[in-house]
C-alpha cells in the first residue's frame, strides 16, 4: 500500500485533544457564532432608534451612554471581542486545515450541484464582515473611545453625541455603499452560519429543524436589512 | 452517440509522508469515443474504450469495479465535477449512458482526498476507512456467546433509523464530494447505527472517541455543514447523523473516563 | 480411491453434537503458536477469521478487493434462513434440514444439511448481537417472510440488503480482531497457488495487486473462502473480480473439485442490451409472486416488438402466452427457479423472446396493478421497480418488464468431508466454494446461511481437529516448495506476458461464456456437451498462443489479473462439461435434456447417480479421474418434484 498508516500519537490531555479535534474546533466555531448572533439582535434593537425616533439622536445617545457605562455590558463587551478574534482565529485555522485535506485539486468540479453559495464561501463571507468591522470600529467605537466627540446634554447629564457622528459619517456615499455591501456579505455569512450552528451542536431533528431552517432565513434576511437600512435612510434624510 | 472523455491518467501512486501528500504526477488526457449506447452502463463504455486502447498497445485506464449493482462500494469515479456523476442517489456503476448527450465532453477524476491517496490512475487507497472501523466500528462480541436474538427487542422505529445509517456502502463519495475532504458522514452513519442499537450503547463512548481520533489522524478535513456528502451520498444518507455524532463527541469527551 | 466423508456415527440430530465432543482440542495457550491463512472476506471468510482470531489463532487474511468490505456476498438481497419457528407456523430444524435436501434434489450429504440446519438458530443470535439491523415488527421482534416457494417464514431479512447487513457485521467483527492484533490484513491480494509440504497444506503464494510482487505466507492450515465459479460464463450476476483461481490451483495442488455441473440459473434478471454487456443484474424473486410471465402467441407479433415495431401492452388477451400457468397450472408463476428459467429459454428458442436480441421474456403486473391498485405494488415492489427503470429506462408500472434468466450461483466446489476439509489435509474450503450442502440446487436464502455456519460455528471446530495433530514449528518462507512454488507462478505469468498475441482477454472470456452458456447452460444433452469440450479444447490453445497482455509482471496491471483468472476458468470450463456430461440424469440445476419425464421435468436416476461426483487433477490437459462419494439417505425419502 502506498499509503503509510496513521496511528494515533501519545494522547494529550484529554481537553486538549477535544478542543483541537475537528468536530471540537467545529463546536468552537459555533458557540462564538451563536454569541454573535445574539449580540447583533441587541445591536440592532439599539441602532434602530437612530431610525425610529425622530428626537435628534436623544434616545440612541442615552442608549450608548448606558452601554458605555454599565459594568455588566462592559463586562459582556470585552468577552464579545474575545468571542469575535476566538471565531477569526479557529475560523481561519480550521479553514487552513481543511485546504490540507485536499492538496491536488479537480481539474474540474461542479459544487454547486451539491451544496448552497454560502455555505461552501463561509471563509470569504466573513472576511468581508471582519474587513467591515475593522472599518466600523475605526469609524465609531475608536472616535467614542479614544477621539474627540461633540458632546450633548440631556437633563443635566452629559454625554458623547455619537448620534451626530452618525450622522456626519453617513453623509459619505461612499462609506453608506461600503455599509450595504458588508451586509449582504453578512447576511449570505448568516444564511449558513445560522443553521449550521444548530447542526454542530448536535440539534438536527425532524421537528425542530425545519423551524430552525425557516428562522435562520427570516434572521439573516432582516437583521442584515435592518442594519443597512440605517446608513441608506440617514443618507436620504442628509440629502433633504 | 460520440463522447470527448477528459481522464486523469497517473501511472505512479501518490505517496503520504509525515502528514503530507505526496503526488504521483499525471494528468488529464483526452479520448474520443464513438458508437456508445445509451444503454450502456458508464463502466461499459470505459471497458469498451479500454479494449480498444488494448488492442492498440496502449495501457487501458486502471478503476475500481466490482459488483457493478450500487451495493459493494468500490466504484469510485468524480465524474462531470461530481462524485458519481450528475444522477444523485447512484453510484457510478448505476450510472447510464442516457445521462449524457451526443457530442458531451466528460470529465472523469479519482477521488481527491490526504487520506485517498491515488494508486494509479482513477483507483485510490480507501484503506483509511479500514483503520477507521479497527479504531471502533464493532460491537465486541465474541462468536457464539450470545442470548437469544429475540431477548433484545428493539423498538421497529430505532431499528429502521440504525439502518437508515447502515446502509453506507463505504464508497467514500462523501469524502470527494466535501470541500474540505471529510469523513465524518462516512463516520457517524457507523457511530450512529450502533449507539442507537442497545447492542452497541456499552461502546458508545469509547467508540466515538476512537473513532474520530482516527478520523483526524488520517488527514480528513473538518465538517462545516455545507451537506455535499449527503446529496452525494449514493444511499442518501443524512446530515442528521453527524448532528448525532456531534452530540454523542461531546457526551463522550465530558462524561467517558478516558483522561 | 475412496473418499473418506468422516460422517459421525449415530441419529441424524446427535451427529454434531457428539462430533464435537469426539474431535480434538487445542489448548488455549497454544493456539497463539499457530498461523492461519484465510483467503476470502466474504461471509465465509470473514467469519472465519475473526472467530478464529478469538480463539486465539494468529489469523492472516487475503482478499483481492480494496476492502474486506467488498466481498460479493455484499449483493446478496433476500435474506437469510434459520429455523427460529419464531412465527409459529411449525417450523423446526427438521424441516429445515428436509427442504434443503428436497430443494436440493437428493444430491447432498444428510449429515451436513442436518449440521447446517442446527447452527441456523445461533447464525441469527450472533448477527444480531453484533448490532446487524435485521427487519423488526412494531413489537419490536424480529420479523420474517416466505422466500422462494418455502411453506414457512423463516426468512430473516434486512430489507433488500441482507447480505450487505450480515457482511458488514462480519466485517466489523474482522476489523474488531485487527484492532487486536489477531488479524493482518492483505487486501488488493490474489492468491496464486497453494504450497504443500508432505501432501500438507502449509501456504499459499500471493500476487500483491498494486506492486506485483509475488510473495510466499506460511502457516499450519489454509482456509479458502472465495466464492462461487458463475463467471466462467462471462455474463453472471457475480462480481466482476469473482474469479476460480484459488480454488482452481488448489485443485490442481490435489483438492478434488466436485459437482461441477451443478450451477444455478435464476430466472428473474434483466436481459442483456448488447455486445458491451459485462454483468447481469438480479432482481427478487419475489416478483413472481404478483406479476404474470408471458411472450406472444405468435412468433410475427414478438418480432414486430423485437423491432420495435409494436408495443406489448397492444398484444390483446387472446394472443397472449402465459406458458407457466398454462403448463403448470397449480404452481402457474411460482414453479421453482430451474422450471421457470428453462421454460423462457423454451419459449424464446421457438422464436417468441421479446427483446431485441430475442432473449426476453415478459413479466407483467397489469393485472396485479387492476387488482390490488398501483400504491399497493408500489409499496412492495417500488425499490426494484426503481432499480428496473434505472438500468433499462423503462417504466414498469406502465410497460411489462422483461427478465431473461441469469448464472447466478454454483452448487459444486471443493469436495469436502464433514469437517470442511478438502482432500489436501490442512486445506479447508467454506460457502460457496465448498460443495456441500446444497446438492443440485440452492434454495433461496440459503446462501447467506450456509457461509455463516461455516465460518461462525463449524470450522472454528472442526479445524482444531487438525490442528492438534500438528507440531507448532513454523515452516520458512524460504522451504524449496515455497520457491518452487513462487518460481512456477512466475514462469506462469511471464509466459501469458510473452504470449503477445492479437485477442484480448475479455474476447476469450466472452468466447468461453457462450460456449459454456449455449452447451452447459439451462439444458444441455451429449451432443452439444461433445461439441462443447473440443470447442473449449480449442479455445485454451488458442489463449495461450494468441492472447494479447500487455504492461509487466511487477506493477499494477489489471490485464495480467484478468489472464489469470480467465486462464483457470477456461480449464474449469472444461471440467464443467466432463462432469455434466457424465452425469447421465437431470437433477436440479443440472438437466439434461436425454433425461426428462413425460411432463419435460428433471428425472433422476437414483440408482446410478446418487453420489457425489469428485474430480481429481492428475495432470496438466489429463482427462480428470472421477471419485465417486455415495449419498446415503436414512432420513428423507426420494421423491420426484413435480409442480404440476
Known amino acids: 500500500m502506498s499509503a503509510s498508516n496513521p496511528t494515533i500519537s501519545k494522547k494529550p490531555n484529554w481537553f486538549i485533544q477535544f478542543f483541537t479535534s475537528t468536530i471540537g474546533r467545529k463546536l468552537l466555531v459555533a458557540l462564538t457564532g451563536l454569541f454573535l448572533i445574539l449580540f447583533l439582535a441587541v445591536h440592532l434593537i439599539g441602532n434602530l432608534q437612530m431610525i425610529l425616533f425622530d428626537d435628534g439622536g436623544k434616545a440612541f445617545n442615552e442608549y450608548a451612554y448606558f452601554m458605555g457605562h454599565n459594568e455588566l455590558i462592559q463586562i459582556i463587551s470585552v468577552g464579545n471581542f474575545f468571542f469575535i478574534i476566538l471565531h477569526i482565529i479557529v475560523s481561519v485555522v480550521l479553514t487552513i486545515y481543511n485546504r490540507t485535506a485536499r492538496p491536488t485539486k479537480y481539474a474540474y468540479s461542479k459544487p454547486s450541484a451539491n451544496s448552497s453559495f454560502s455555505s461552501r464561501n463561509m471563509i470569504w463571507l466573513g472576511s468581508i464582515v471582519m474587513i467591515f468591522l475593522v472599518l466600523h470600529l475605526v469609524n465609531f467605537w475608536a472616535k467614542s473611545k479614544f477621539g474627540t466627540v461633540e458632546q450633548v446634554t440631556y437633563d443635566g447629564k452629559t454625554m458623547h453625541n455619537l448620534y451626530a457622528l452618525v450622522v456626519f459619517e453617513f453623509e459619505n456615499p461612499v462609506i453608506v455603499g461600503i455599509y450595504v455591501v458588508s451586509m449582504i456579505g453578512l447576511s449570505y455569512h448568516l444564511l449558513h452560519g445560522f443553521q449550521s450552528v444548530f447542526q454542530t451542536l448536535g440539534i438536527n431533528h425532524v421537528k425542530y429543524t425545519p423551524f430552525i431552517k425557516t428562522l435562520g432565513l427570516i434572521y439573516s434576511i432582516l437583521v442584515p436589512l435592518g442594519f443597512a437600512l440605517i446608513p441608506i435612510l440617514m443618507y436620504i434624510k442628509s440629502l433633504s | 452517440m460520440k463522447l470527448t472523455l477528459k481522464v486523469w491518467r497517473q501511472s505512479k501512486p501518490d505517496k503520504v509522508e509525515n502528514g503530507k501528500l505526496i503526488s504521483g504526477g499525471g494528468k488529464m488526457e483526452t479520448y474520443q469515443v464513438s458508437d456508445v449506447s445509451k444503454d450502456m452502463s458508464f463502466l461499459e463504455m470505459l471497458d469498451v474504450l479500454n479494449e480498444d486502447l488494448l488492442r492498440s498497445g496502449k495501457e487501458p485506464i486502471v478503476f475500481d469495479h466490482d459488483c457493478r449493482e450500487g451495493i459493494c462500494g468500490m466504484c469510485s469515479m468524480y465524474i462531470n465535477g461530481q462524485p458519481h456523476g450528475p444522477q444523485q442517489g447512484t453510484t457510478t456503476c448505476q450510472l447510464h449512458m442516457r445521462s449524457f448527450k451526443d457530442g458531451d465532453t466528460i470529465y472523469i477524476e479519482p477521488w481527491r482526498a490526504k487520506a485517498f491517496p491515488v494508486i494509479k490512475d482513477l483507483m485510490v487507497d480507501r484503506s483509511a476507512f479500514d483503520r477507521i472501523m479497527q479504531a471502533g466500528g464493532y460491537v465486541s462480541v465474541n462468536t457464539g456467546v450470545t442470548v437469544d436474538a429475540n431477548e433484545i427487542p428493539i423498538a421497529k422505529s430505532t431499528a429502521d433509523k440504525a439502518f437508515d445509517a447502515a446502509t453506507c456502502i463505504g464508497c467514500g463519495a462523501c469524502v470527494a464530494a466535501c470541500k474540505n475532504a471529510s469523513a465524518m458522514l462516512f463516520v457517524s452513519a457507523k457511530v450512529s447505527q450502533l449507539s442507537m442499537l442497545p447492542q452497541g450503547k456499552t461502546e458508545r463512548k469509547t467508540r466515538v472517541e476512537n473513532m474520530v481520533a482516527q478520523m483526524d489522524a488520517e488527514g480528513f478535513g473538518a465538517c462545516t455543514n455545507t451537506g455535499a456528502c449527503s446529496a452525494e451520498c449514493p444511499k442518501g444518507i443524512s446530515m442528521e447523523y453527524i448532528a448525532r455524532m456531534n452530540r454523542e463527541y461531546y457526551g463522550a469527551k465530558l462524561t467517558s473516563n478516558n483522561v | ?644
Not at chain 3, 462471462?234 to 473480480?241: D, I, K, R, Y
Open chain 3, 1 to 644: 480411491m475412496k473418499l473418506e466423508s468422516k460422517i459421525p456415527d449415530g441419529p441424524l440430530a446427535e451427529k454434531w453434537e457428539r462430533h464435537k465432543f469426539n474431535i480434538k482440542l487445542v489448548n488455549p495457550a497454544n493456539k497463539r503458536k499457530y498461523d492461519v491463512i484465510v483467503v476470502g472476506t466474504g461471509l465465509a471468510g470473514a467469519s472465519a477469521a475473526a472467530s478464529l482470531a478469538e480463539l486465539g489463532y494468529n489469523v492472516k487474511s487475503f482478499c483481492f478487493q480494496d476492502s474486506p468490505r467488498r466481498a460479493h456476498s455484499i449483493a446478496a438481497q433476500g435474506g437469510i434462513n434459520a429455523a427460529k419457528n419464531y412465527q409459529n407456523d411449525g417450523d423446526s430444524v427438521f424441516r429445515l434440514f428436509y427442504d434443503t435436501v428436497k430443494g436440493g434434489d437428493y444430491r447432498s450429504r444428510e449429515a451436513n444439511v442436518h449440521r447446517l440446519a442446527q447452527v441456523s438458530v445461533n447464525i441469527i443470535d450472533q448477527c444480531v448481537a453484533q448490532g446487524v439491523p435485521f427487519a423488526r415488527e412494531y413489537g419490536g421482534l424480529l420479523d420474517n417472510r416466505s422466500f422462494g416457494g418455502a411453506q414457512v417464514s423463516r426468512t430473516f431479512y434486512a430489507r433488500g440488503q441482507t447480505g450487505q447487513q450480515l457482511l458488514l457485521g462480519a466485517y466489523s467483527a474482522l476489523s474488531r480482531q485487527v484492532a487486536n492484533g489477531k488479524v493482518k490484513l492483505y487486501p488488493r491480494t490474489e492468491m496464486l497457488d497453494l504450497v504443500t509440504i508432505d501432501g500438507k497444506a502449509r501456504g499459499i503464494i500471493t500476487r500483491n495487486l498494486v506492486t506485483g510482487q509475488i510473495e510466499s505466507h506460511s502457516a499450519h492450515a489454509v482456509l479458502l473462502c472465495t466464492g462461487g465459479y458463475g463467471n466462467v460464463f462471462f455474463l453472471s450476476t457475480n462480481a466482476m473480480g469473482s474469479n476460480v483461481t484459488a480454488a482452481w490451483r488448489a485443485h490442481k495442488k490435489g483438492a478434488h473439485f466436485a459437482n461441477p455441473c451443478y450451477v444455478q440459473i435464476h430466472p428473474t434478471c434483466i436481459p442483456v442490451s448488447g455486445d458491451y454487456q459485462s454483468k447481469l443484474t438480479l432482481m427478487s424473486e419475489s416478483l413472481r409472486n404478483d406479476g404474470r410471465v408471458w411472450v406472444p402467441k405468435k412468433i410475427e407479433d414478438a418480432e414486430k416488438i423485437r423491432k420495435g415495431e409494436m408495443k406489448p401492452e397492444s398484444i390483446k388477451e387472446e394472443d397472449r402466452d402465459y406458458y407457466l400457468e398454462r403448463k403448470y397450472p397449480s404452481f402457474g408463476n411460482l414453479v421453482p427457479r430451474d422450471v421457470a428459467s428453462r421454460n423462457a429459454k423454451y419459449v424464446c428458442d421457438e422464436g417468441r423472446g421479446v427483446a431485441p436480441t430475442g432473449l426476453a421474456v415478459f413479466l407483467d403486473f397489469r393485472d396485479a396493478i387492476k387488482r390490488d391498485g398501483e400504491d399497493l405494488i408500489r409499496a412492495k415492489y417500488g425499490n426494484l421497480f426503481q432499480m428496473y427503470e434505472k438500468i433499462t429506462d423503462d417504466n414498469p408500472y406502465e410497460t411489462p418488464m422483461k427478465i431473461y434468466p441469469a448464472i447466478h450461483y454454483t452448487m459444486g466446489g471443493l469436495w469436502v468431508d464433514y469437517n470442511l476439509m478438502t482432500s489436501v489435509p490442512g486445506l479447508y474450503a467454506l460457502g460457496e466454494a465448498n460443495f456441500s450442502d446444497h446438492g443440485a440446487n440452492r434454495l433461496g436464502a440459503s446462501a447467506l446461511m450456509q457461509g455463516l455456519a461455516d465460518g461462525y460455528f463449524v470450522v472454528p471446530y472442526t479445524i482444531g481437529d487438525y490442528i492438534a495433530t500438528l507440531p507448532t514449528d513454523k515452516v520458512p518462507t524460504d522451504h524449496p516448495a515455497f520457491k518452487e512454488a513462487e518460481a512456477n507462478v512466475k514462469a506462469n505469468i511471464d509466459k501469458l506476458l510473452s504470449i503477445n498475441g492479437d485477442k484480448t482477454v475479455d474476447d476469450f472470456h466472452k468466447e468461453l461464456g457462450k460456449i459454456m452458456w449455449d452447451y452447459c447452460g439451462m439444458s444441455r444433452n451429449a451432443e452439444g456437451l461433445k461439441i462443447a469440450k473440443e470447442k473449449v479444447q480449442k479455445l485454451r490453445k488458442e489463449f495461450w498462443s494468441n492472447v494479447k497482455v500487455l504492461g509487466g509482471s511487477e506493477e499494477l496491471n489489471i490485464t495480467l489479473e484478468k489472464a489469470c483468472r480467465v486462464s483457470d476458468f477456461i480449464e474449469l470450463g472444461e471440467l464443467m462439461i466432463d462432469d455434466a456430461l457424465m452425469r447421465e440424469e437431470s437433477c436440479g440445476g443440472h438437466f439434461r435434456e436425454e433425461y426428462q419425464t413425460d411432463e419435460g421435468e428433471a428425472k433422476r436416476d437414483d440408482d446410478n447417480f446418487s453420489f457425489v461426483a469428485a474430480w481429481k487433477y492428475v495432470g496438466e490437459e489429463a482427462q480428470e479421474e472421477l471419485i465417486k462419494e455415495d449419498l446415503i439417505f436414512e432420513n428423507v425419502k426420494l421423491t420426484q418434484r413435480s409442480y404440476k
